[in-house]
């Protein structure tokens, strides 16, 4: 499951927000009801997952760690509680919450973001703050061939 493009919406006064079609269909194609959203790790934004992409990615932090793995449990416990299952209502909307839309900094209008195998959803006025300049250097260096990475 692959999610491209980005959209912009508009939350409603309860903080309810409709998916955009696109991403939907491909929910819908790959028979995914319920999605997770958590704060990003790094950025303003919030991300949906997935509940498979979810469960993949709990279960890669959980084998990383143990029971008696002090630093580790925190990680994982901090990483989970910040999350909530959600499904679309029948008209195919979502509840932001109002902890998450003051965690992404998200007044009314929003971007949803496909990024792989999550969506992300930023605060539209953030999103066009992205400096694109450095794009291109940016790609450059993470697309270098081995070789090259290894010389630098």
């Keep these: 499951m692959r999610f491209t493009g980005n959209i912009d919406a508009k939350t409603d006064a309860k903080g309810r927000v409709f998916l955009p079609a696109a991403f939907r269909k491909i929910l819908l194609a790959n028979e995914t009801y319920s999605l997770v959203l958590r704060k990003d790790v790094f950025q303003k934004c919030l991300v949906l997952y997935p509940e498979s992409v979810w469960n993949l990615l709990v279960d890669q932090i959980a084998t990383r760690t143990s029971a008696f793995d002090r630093k580790g449990r925190e990680v994982l416990r901090k990483f989970v509680a910040g999350a909530e299952y959600i499904t679309p209502d029948s008209n195919g909307r979502i509840l932001l919450t109002k902890r998450n839309l003051q965690a992404a900094e998200?007044?009314?209008?929003?971007?949803?973001?496909?990024?792989?195998?999550?969506?992300?959803?930023?605060?539209r006025e953030t999103a066009e703050q992205w400096d694109n300049e450095d794009f291109g250097d940016e790609l450059e260096e993470l697309m270098k061939p081995e070789k090259e990475q290894e010389a630098t």
Excluded: Y
């Design 106 to 123: 998200i007044k009314n209008d929003i971007r949803f973001i496909g990024v792989d195998n999550t969506i992300e959803i930023w605060a």
